[in-house]
């Protein structure tokens, strides 16, 4: 299901957070935000998955308005993974992946055979099968995470929304989660600071810097090294990754970008 955010701007306490936000994931793309702290990625997705209204434009989830579907409508289309990663449900961990299928449920209404199905799918999926009875406010932060996406998945929604996915997670996970992803050829919209993770799972990425898009396109055309000078302020060289081809950002973790401040470099 295609996904089109159109001019979007949205402000948080007075103060214009994002501004002139056009984003389209086409059915079944991987698209991906990367920018700074601060620079606006979750303030977008969030009013993808509804929890903020935009000020200005809007998000059309397959041509509809988001804003015009009932919150069923919306939870049986997009599902999400917001960077609130609450420790307080007490609640086990095969509860809270069953809360991925309440908006097919009328009030009150029991499991049935589909929903124990989707959540059973879902544990396996994230390598949480083994874990349905713990509590969720027992896991760590990773275990959480993965138990989240699961929800995510048992919801069966037609969009994905992952606010950094792989935070918390090793890199077994992490590289777990992004074949998941590929795999699973949803439409996604996905927050990452993890650039070559971008590189490699995202058709198509958007450079957020101060609210505002300052690139867009495929990874090997947006990810050079004079704009992570500009707008990460780094050092970087692109290389092409040795097992995989894509787009290798090679970081000097040394000095950041226009060298260290004087005092720093002289004590080096
Ligand atoms: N509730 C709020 N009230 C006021 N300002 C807010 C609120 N929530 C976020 N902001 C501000 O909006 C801006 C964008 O925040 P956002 O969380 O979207 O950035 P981000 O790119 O996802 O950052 P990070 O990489 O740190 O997660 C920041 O300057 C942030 O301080």
Redesign the pocket.
């Known amino acids: 299901m295609r996904i089109a955010i159109e001019d979007l701007a949205v402000s948080?306490?007075g103060?214009t957070?994002?501004h002139g936000i056009d984003v389209i994931a086409e059915d079944g793309e991987i698209v991906g935000?990367v920018?700074?702290?601060?620079?606006?990625?979750?303030?977008?997705?969030?009013t993808v998955y509804r929890h903020l209204a935009p000020d200005a434009g809007r998000v059309l989830v397959g041509g509809t308005d988001i804003r015009t579907l009932t919150p069923a409508q919306s939870a049986q289309r997009v599902a999400a993974l917001p960077?609130e990663r609450g420790s307080d449900f007490e609640l086990s961990v095969r509860e809270v992946v069953a809360m991925g299928r309440t908006p097919y449920k009328r009030a009150f209404a029991g499991e049935d055979g589909t929903d124990t199905e989707l959540v059973a799918a879902a544990l396996e999926r994230v390598g949480m099968a083994g874990a349905g009875r713990r509590r969720f406010s027992a896991l760590s932060g990773g275990e959480r995470q993965r138990v989240l996406l699961a929800r995510a998945l048992a919801q069966d929604p037609r969009v994905l929304v992952l606010?950094?996915p792989t935070n918390h997670l090793d890199v077994r996970h992490q590289v777990e989660l992004l074949a998941l992803l590929r795999e699973q050829r949803r439409t996604t919209l996905i927050?990452l600071?993890d650039l070559n993770a971008a590189a490699s799972v995202c058709d198509r990425l958007h450079v957020?810097h101060d609210?505002a898009l300052v690139a867009s396109g495929a990874p090997r055309e947006v990810l050079t090294a004079d704009l992570l000078a500009e707008v990460f302020g780094v050092r970087v060289a692109v290389v092409e990754h040795p097992l995989t081809g894509d787009p290798l950002i090679a970081f000097d973790h040394r000095s950041p970008a226009g060298g260290l401040p004087g005092a720093v470099a002289a004590a080096r």
Request: proline share 4%.
């Open positions: 948080l306490s103060r957070v994002v935000l920018g700074p702290n601060g620079s606006g990625k979750s303030t977008v997705l969030r960077q606010d950094e927050a600071h957020l609210g």
